[in-house]
């Protein structure tokens, strides 16, 4: 199976994702409507009462909810994997002669795309709310590639994940029992400072706010901060881990 | 051009084959036929790559399925409950996925596509999101798929569960063409009507073995031969006629007491009819109906597996969960 065919097959499978969200455009509620509602309501009913020193609240905020935006897309992808391999799509595809990779880079593609869209949405409608990131084009792009390189690590995350559930209903329910905490439990909407010792320590040493404070330094104008390093590290670290766990589940959940 | 040895699957204690052997001539239709839970949709699942069996060999267009699983997908084309298509996508759509995705460059995809869908009388429908197909139109998409790249083999399962008699009728004009055409089919069903119809070859699997093969008239004779069967008048009579008859036939008559029904299996028609007739007249016997009749492949399926063939339940049954 050589490369050029995986590319075209991925490529085919991107295809195919891209006019399912055509014709359901629902498929990009959570990367559209929802970051947006969240930037507008964190903006206007908790702007008002959290105090950041030296910055507005939106500058603030715009790193977290990036961050979970790309979080909760890339998990998302294991849904729709669940669903293909309920259906029987997946069983469709494994007796076709095209490259058996490219079923699952076409949906992570895919979920690249969706997070581009994400970030290039939520940009835009930071910047209606009082958004002036000060970190340039240099900045900006550095913020964006960690973001995606997290959220490509995670959509991995979804993979296995929807290898390993039995339904796709059951993956809902485990993206929000474990992503929503992880968000809420970091520097995504308030400054950690003021959390109880046990949570301020978790909060201040898992991988998403280490990413998010990373992103957010960058779109600041800093450089990256104390937390570029392990954002990178956790980034590329999670694509280690979970690109083949996802690969082992997937084949696992196969062969059964 | 397709073979099987041996074939053994376990799912934790259960024992979905158990060693089943078959083969498959070019250009001929095999049935598999089996009750629910016999193996039937695991034999097609390990013959078209999707699932490893435990032990066994097995070949598909003369290459090895488990040491070239990927050569073999470019041999064949799948239609059947589980592979399905895409809903989201339109019949054209879908095939011409299919197509790229069997390695045809984009034109000559298309080219086929529109050829298929004319063929199977969906033109009017290409369009259209298959979700919104009736189960006929999508049956013959189905197959339409498995026909993208003009395998030499292909695999059916179930291919008209759930059509009304019409769209059953369409399926089995379609298939038989095709192996007409030279294509080696496998199909499984569980619609004894159409093994009898569609297949050159029956393999009946019960247990993840093969319990019987042959032609639909072969099956038929071995589960008894021809039958003199006779409908009495009265119900009162039934003992009679049966007595009468077993006299004639020398073996045991099975009566049906609700359809006031008694027959007896027969060696050769010679003058016995004639006898019968006078002997149950003789005997006082007002007869409703009296000619012979060969075994249905239903009796021949009750006979081999000890079960009736359901055509109620749904193959998801058999799919280890």
């Keep these: ?256 | 051009m397709i073979l099987a040895q041996g074939l053994q699957k376990h799912f934790g204690s259960t024992h979905a084959l158990a060693g089943l052997d078959l083969d498959v001539a070019e250009g001929t239709i095999l049935a598999l036929l089996g009750p629910n839970g016999a193996g039937k949709t695991t034999a097609v699942r390990i013959l078209t790559t999707l699932l490893r069996p435990d032990g066994g060999y097995a070949e598909v267009a003369g290459i090895d399925v488990l040491k070239h699983p990927a050569a073999v997908r470019g041999k064949m084309g799948l239609a059947g409950q589980y592979a399905t298509l895409d809903e989201v996508l339109t019949g054209r759509e879908n095939l011409e996925m299919i197509g790229r995705l069997f390695r045809l460059p984009g034109a000559e995809a298309r080219r086929r596509a529109t050829d298929l869908l004319e063929r199977f009388d969906l033109t009017e429908a290409a369009d259209r999101v298959t979700k919104n197909y009736s189960g006929g139109m999508r049956r013959r998409l189905d197959l339409a798929g498995a026909l993208v790249a003009e395998p030499p083999v292909l695999f059916l399962d179930e291919p008209t569960t759930g059509l009304d008699p019409r769209g059953r009728l369409g399926m089995w004009d379609l298939i038989s063409a095709l192996a007409k055409g030279g294509t080696t089919v496998l199909m499984t069903t569980q619609y004894l009507e159409e093994a009898d119809r569609l297949a050159d070859d029956i393999a009946v699997i019960d247990h993840g073995r093969l319990i019987a093969r042959g032609t639909a008239l072969e099956l038929k004779q071995r589960a008894g031969g021809e039958r003199l069967e006779v409908i009495v008048g009265t119900e009162s009579s039934l003992e009679r006629a049966a007595s009468v008859l077993a006299a004639l036939s020398g073996q045991a008559a099975h009566t049906d007491v609700l359809a006031r029904h008694v027959s007896v299996p027969v060696a050769s028609h010679g003058g016995i009819l004639t006898r019968a007739v006078r002997e149950l007249d003789a005997a006082g016997v007002e007869l409703d109906d009296i000619g012979f009749r060969r075994a249905t492949l239903d009796e021949v399926f009750l006979g081999l597996t000890g079960k009736p063939a359901s055509t109620e339940t749904s193959v998801s049954e058999e799919l280890p969960s």
Excluded: C
């Design chain 1, 1 to 256: 199976m050589s490369l050029g065919w995986w590319l075209r097959d991925t490529l085919e499978m991107v295809r195919r994702n891209l006019l399912h969200i055509r014709r359901t455009p629902e498929l990009l509620l959570d990367v559209t409507v929802q970051p947006v509602m969240f930037v507008v309501l964190f903006r206007f009913v908790f702007g008002g009462a959290i105090q950041i020193a030296g910055d507005s609240y939106v500058n603030y905020l715009m790193a977290g909810i990036f961050v979970q935006t790309v979080a909760f897309a890339g998990v998302y992808t294991g849904v729709l994997l669940a669903n293909d391999l309920k259906n029987g799509m997946i069983d469709r595809f494994r007796s076709l002669p095209m490259s058996q990779a490219s079923v699952l880079t076409g949906r992570t593609m895919t979920d690249l795309l969706r997070a581009m869209l994400a970030v290039a949405v939520m940009w835009g409608i930071g910047s209606l709310v009082g958004f002036s990131p000060q970190g340039g084009v240099g900045g900006a792009l550095s913020a964006v590639g960690i973001m995606l390189a997290f959220g490509f690590a995670l959509s991995w995350l979804g993979v296995a994940m929807g290898a390993w559930v039995r339904t796709p209903e059951a993956l809902q329910g485990l993206i929000f029992t474990t992503i929503f905490p992880l968000t809420f439990a970091s520097s995504a909407f308030v400054p950690t400072d003021t959390m109880p010792d046990w949570l301020r320590v978790f909060a201040e040493n898992q991988p998403m706010t280490r990413v998010i404070n990373a992103v957010r330094d960058l779109i600041l104008g800093g450089s990256g901060g104390p937390d570029l390093v392990p954002a990178l590290a956790w980034s590329f670290g999670a694509l280690f881990v979970f690109f083949p766990l996802a690969v082992w589940l997937y084949r696992r959940r196969i062969s059964r």
